[in-house]
């Protein structure tokens, strides 16, 4: 059992508290600061802006600008994401994902017999939100930054200018995609900016350093009006997008409220709506204690295994139905994650057998690439942060003149109920698109909390995958008592409902849970997740670490 949390076994089927996170109790200061970061680029950044006073939330926006040049397949200022923060005691929760323009309409994806049409969410000038990463980071700055702005957004500029020695990993990971746009006739000049990115060679990119530059003077203007409006509006026209001017001005990130809930005697702060992921966390969470054996059960083991499917079948049931922007769809958080509804929905769970995939409906009885880091201050701040353009190199767009990729996070939406979208998720009205709405996000930052105290910041990539990380990541430090490298490069599993009876796995299960688990009826999916970034606070002795598989950097100091 977890060092830093209650033997759980004492914890009697715990009951989940849904509160919102406003006492104010000040955080005990650490010796340490820690970053756990997606490239060595941005942990160093992120690393000097504390060393030079800044708090978590600057270091967090100079990593955000930091990986929009050097992370060019995740990192952005043309997508979005979340930023969760624990900060003097109280919780934030910056919403920057992107919208759906103004000409956006609910059959925007279908063809004249309804049918999706393949790719065009995906690729292409028609596949990007309004990007919402530059407000995003300003209005972290405005509520929580101490340090310059100019000073927080000066590294990535200087990186851009000057350029910076690209790692192996990049180079192929650049390499591939550009094989895979010309394999599959995918018309976008993603290698006309991007042919140059060669292993250990210095690749600079001056229209994006001249858009930086923009935003280092002019703050969130310097994105969103004037010359880089422009530019963006200008580029759109000329290629048939739909994204304009006042799409642009009229973009803003909102700061909500981050659920909290009792768990296991902690309290786990997370992402609450357009996020799914901090509903679908605790939901797995909660069902797992009120089903697991009083034994317990070994980790990844078979019935391990099972068990937490079954359970992501009733969770993605629920999200495909319930689950969309609170702005526009009234989500039922507190029934969604109810523990007498969790009982009940979880009650139906054989440890043996598999529940047929089209009797899960939803519950309640009346709905890749990405990248994300950890911070943790010594005054005891958190920052959890998931940014995204959606898939690598998110929809293969740069915006000409500006010199940034757009996203294509349209594809989170719902293109038509009950058909997949990339990931494999489903979706209906929750989460149908309309004008200035937010897509539905997987992304999940969440830190957990003893005592007011940060006790564990953990995040992940990886579209639908990243809420199994999540809360995978979380039993792996509670019940399993792994260290943060243990916790980051430990086999990873993921079941949504959809497809029938697929078990998705990172890094790879044992052979012989394989063979056990394809005996009962499932099939083995080996597949990339995404890469975790964790920090945990172990009686005040930070630990922190990236998975292996990336090629991340943590640094605790
Ligand atoms: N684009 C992945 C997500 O937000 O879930």
Redesign the pocket.
Known sequence: MGLFFAPSKLIVKSVLVLQFAAFSVLAQPLSQSAVAMPDSFSADAAKSILEQGGNAVDAAITAQFVLAVTLPEAGNIGGGGFMLIQKDGKGDFIDYRETAPTAAHRDMYLDEQGNVIANKSIYGIHASGVPGSVAGMWLAHKKHGTLKWEELVQPAVTLAEQGFVVPPKLAKGVSNYIAHLKEQKINVNFEKYFADVKANKVFKQPELAATLKRIRDNGQDGFYKGETANIIAKFMHQHGGIINQDDLKGYTAKSRTPIKASWNGYEVLTSPPPSSGGIAILQWLKMYELQKPDAGLAHNSTQYVHLLSEIGKRVFADRAEYLGDPDFFDVPVNALTNINYLKERSNGISLTAISTTENIKPGLKESEQ?THFSIVDKMGNAVANTT?I?LGFGSGVVVEGAGFILND?MD?FSAKPGVMNVFGAIGGKANEIQPHKRML???TPTILLKDNTVKMVTGSPG?TT?ISSVYESILNAVEFDMTAEQVVNSPRFHHQLWPKNIIRTHIGLTDSVKAELTKMGYTIDENHFGDLHVIINKEGQLDAASEASGRGKSIVF
């Open positions: 990405t995204t959606n996070e989170d996000s997987s992304m579209g990243i």
